[in-house]
Structure formats: structure tokens, C-alpha cells
């Protein structure tokens, strides 16, 4: 098959034109356009013939050219309309690609993907990178590899450890979910239009068996997201700050021994784990194990 390698600039600006597209700031519309880049991306999956895929904002084909090449079945969820009638011609060479209109917000994955599990790739608009990826990791979708590019700065969140200014409550929910590693940064030049700012290559394997033992998820995150809260407070200020009561608030970082003069920043995912061990353990009007509010 000897279709012209979409990830390149002059190829990239021929299609834009030939369809009079615009790229639309508003959706984060910049087209890859290196095509070291997209084999990368592509490869990093490990994908085999017929193997399912999800592609997340696929725009013109791009990386979903490279998914398409090694075989596997490509399901690319796009929202922008314009975009999917382009792919019609750009991808229609290919017949083990499905594109599917919406939004992947709102996508039921089960619906799209079926019961079984699949690999997830895709360039994430920077202005929902986070809603996407907490959306995929909430309702548990059964992805074992997903492979993201993401603005460098939300890279480095995702994969940042305790006591590092990028350690966040987004940096502990993905490491929770997944073993997360980021593989390579690329810088702005490789896009068209080119962003304001450089991305990052992350990938996430789906952990079999969390990294820790807590009695609820729910609660566990609400310890996680209370520490980060208000980053300037002591950890003992963030948790009354945001909903545990001074009194659970004592119990939790005596029985844990943990110093609340340290700021959420500073504590392990094994640290939170204890905290939401020692609320649950101790119920009282500050803590509900079932609804974790």
C-alpha cells in the first residue's frame, strides 16, 4: 500500500487546502506533521494485526494512518464534522478503520469498544487533556495501553513524584490507575499550525492491582484532592479547609503519625492511603466511607 504518509508538512497542507480547513483554535486543532513522531506513537503501543484501538481526536488521519499500517482495528472518535469527511478520502484505503462521531466526554466506551479490552491512543486537545484522561481512569475503561500526547507541562503532572512542584492530585490518580511513564518530548516545530507551547509523549499501563490498600476509592480521593486544595496551607489546614472536621482531621495525622505542618506535596500515595485508612477506621460527621463526602 503505497498511500502518501499523511504526517508530513507539504502533505498535511495540501489536504488542509484541498478541503479550504482552518484549523479551529477553539477544538486545540494542530496537525502533526513529523512523521518519526507518529511511528513513535504508533510503536510504542506494540500493536499486532486485528488488535482494537481506540483512537481519541484523530483530526485529519494522521496517527490513525499509523495505527491503520500495523494491522489493527482502528476505532477513531472525532468530534469535528469537517474532519470526518476528510478522513473519508484521506483514510479510505483503509478498511480496518471506523470513524465514529461525538465527543469523548460523553462516549459511553462500553457502546463504542465493546466488552473486551483494547489500547488507547491519542493527541488530546491541551484545553481537556485532564477531564479526558480522569474520565478514562474514573469509569475504569479496560484499556492495558494508553499512549498519550499532551502538553509537556500536564506530562510532567502526570508523571511527577512526591515532593516535586508538578506533584498534584492528578499526578497520584494516574500513578494509582497506571504505570506511567513519559517517553519522549516534542517540541512545537512538529506541529502545523505550530502551539504556544511543547507536548510530551506519555505512556500509561493499567495497573492489575492497586499500588495501595485503602477501604474506599472515594474516600481515598477525597483525602488526595482535600491536601491539594489550597497547596499554600499546611496539610492539616487543607483537610479542614476542605470538609474533614478538626477533630477527624486530629485523628487522621495522629494515628498515621504524620507531622500536619507538611504540605500535600510532600506525602506519598502510601501516606494518603493511611490517611484514608485511619478516616475510615474512625467514622465519625467528617468522613462517610461509602460516598467519601
Known sequence: MNEPIIAQREVTRHILSSFGIRTQKKLGQ??????????SIAAALELKP?????????????LT?????????????????????????TLKAYDNVQVVQGDVLSIDFKTVMGDGAFYIAGNLPYYITTPIVM???????PAEKM??????????????????????ALSVAVQYYTEACKLFDVPAGAFLPPPAVNSAVILCTLRKIPPVSIPSEKLFFRVVRAAFGQRRKTLA?????????KATTSVMLKATGIDGTRR????????????SR????????????????
Open 30 to 39: 494542530h496537525f502533526l506533521v513529523d512523521e518519526a513522531v507518529v511511528r
Open 50 to 62: 486485528d488488535m482494537p484501538v481506540l483512537e481519541i481526536g484523530p483530526g485529519i488521519g494522521t
Open 65 to 89: 494512518q499509523q495505527l491503520a499500517m500495523t494491522g489493527a482495528k482502528v476505532t477513531a472518535i472525532e468530534l469535528d464534522r469537517r474532519c470526518i469527511e476528510i478522513m473519508a478520502t
Open 135 to 141: 474520565k478514562i481512569l474514573e469509569e475504569r475503561v
Open 147 to 168: 499512549v498519550f500526547m499532551v502538553q509537556k507541562e500536564v506530562a510532567d503532572r502526570m508523571t511527577s513524584p512526591p515532593g516535586s512542584k508538578d506533584y498534584g
Open 237 to 245: 489546614n487543607s483537610l479542614q479547609g476542605c470538609g474533614f472536621d
Open 264 to 275: 500535600g506535596e510532600t506525602l506519598s500515595m502510601e501516606e494518603f492511603a493511611a490517611l
Open 278 to 293: 485511619a478516616c475510615h477506621e474512625n467514622q465519625g460527621s467528617g468522613c462517610d466511607e461509602k460516598t467519601g463526602l
